[in-house]
Every structure is written in C-alpha cells, then in structure tokens.
C-alpha cells in the first residue's frame, strides 16, 4: 500500500511539474507578447507625433489668405485644409482606437499573466504538499521496513527456538516409540513363554492326572487279587 501510495504521489507530482512548465511557458509568452506591444505603441506615439508635426508644419507653410487672394481661391485653400485636417482626424481616431485596443490587449494579457502567476504559485504550493506528503510516506515507508525486519528477526529467533524445541521432541518421540517397540516385542515373548508354559502345565496335569489313573487302577486290581 505505501509503495503504490508512493507512486501516485509521484505521478500527481510530476502532472502537477508538467502544468507548471506550461504555465512557465504561457508567462515567457505573455513577456514577449508584452515587448511586442509595447514596441508597437511607441510606434503608434511616433506616428501620432509625426502626423501633429505635420500638421502644425502644413498650417504653418500653407499662405495665408489675404486682401490680394481671390475668394475662391481662399475657400478652395481652405477647404483644402480641412479636408486634410479631417484626414489626419480621421487617422488619429484610427491610431486612436488601434491605441485603446491594445491597451485592452495588454490589460488582458497582464491579467492573464496575474491569474497565470496565480495558478504556478497554487501549483508551487501544490507540489510542496504533495513533496511533504511524499516524504511522510518515504519516512512511513523507512518505519515500516524497519518495524517489518526487526519483526523478520524475531519470528527468525522465534521459528529457531520453535524448531529446536520440536527437534528435541522429536527424538524423545522417536526414542519412546524405539522403547515401545522393544516393551512390545518384550510383550510378545512373555506372552509366547507364558503361552508355552501354560500348555506344558496342561499337559503335566493331564499326565499326572493319568498317572493317578494308573495307579488307581493298580491298586484296585491288587486290592481285588489280594487274600481276604
């Protein structure tokens, strides 16, 4: 269980490392996107103070209309002039609102860029948890090694003494079962001996008792012969 816990956290760690460096690269992104619209900026106020001094230069080397110019040259000049002025209006709204769209753009990127810091110092405390759940399970792990040796060592000592215990019994066991054995076949030629004496008994009995017979049987026939 603590290995494969191990291995998980391992993973998560390294999907969490993983989204960290895209988050890395989103910022790297977001500091070059940044350049490039600050760069076009200063453009665009370059622009802007180009055409201004244009402009001012434009009114200030156009003729004036004066007693001598005829009124239709006058209102043409003029008109001339506005037009152009309503042109270089109509460029400056133009640069105006390119201007306010990437002020907008960059406002975006820099929020995009705190929510992205955001998300790597979420990710950055992530990963130390996880890192410090890692080493509590590394050090759990190390317990229970240890805690599974001296267990090892003990059942070792344990099965050791167990064993010669058992040993021992075994050659008492086999030393009574030898002592049974030579008790039984001891039993076995008493009761033979006993068996055979006991017919020898049977057969000195009925050779007494015949015995006893014979001589019965001569008395009686002496007894009979014999003179009253």
Do not use: W
């Amino acid at each position: 269980m603590g290995v494969e816990a191990l291995n998980n956290g391992v993973a998560e760690v390294a999907s969490e490392a993983e989204s960290a460096e895209k988050v890395r690269t989103a910022l790297v992104a977001l500091e070059s996107a940044k350049d490039t619209y600050a760069l076009e900026l200063s453009e665009l106020k370059a622009l802007n103070d180009a055409i201004a001094e244009k402009l001012e230069h434009r009114v200030k080397d156009e003729p004036l209309c004066t007693s001598e110019m005829e009124p239709a040259q006058c209102f043409t000049l003029l008109e001339n002039l506005l037009h152009e002025r309503e042109v270089l209006v109509e460029d400056l709204r133009q640069e105006k609102a390119r201007y306010e769209e990437l002020e907008k753009e960059l406002k975006r990127e820099h929020t995009e860029k705190l929510e992205a810091q955001m998300c790597l110092s979420v990710l950055n405390d992530t990963i130390k948890k996880a890192l410090q759940g890692e080493k509590f399970l590394v050090e759990q792990n190390r317990h229970l090694l240890s805690e599974q040796e001296l267990l090892a060592s003990k059942l070792e000592e344990v099965s050791t003494t167990r064993l010669s215990g058992l040993r021992s019994q075994v050659k008492g066991l086999e030393s009574a079962c030898s002592s049974v054995r030579q008790e039984e076949v001891a039993l076995v030629l008493y009761n033979k001996v006993c068996a055979r004496g006991l017919c020898v008994f049977v057969e000195l009995v009925f050779f007494c008792h015949a015995m006893i017979c014979v001589i019965l049987r001569t008395l009686k026939e002496n007894y009979a012969f014999a003179p009253t």
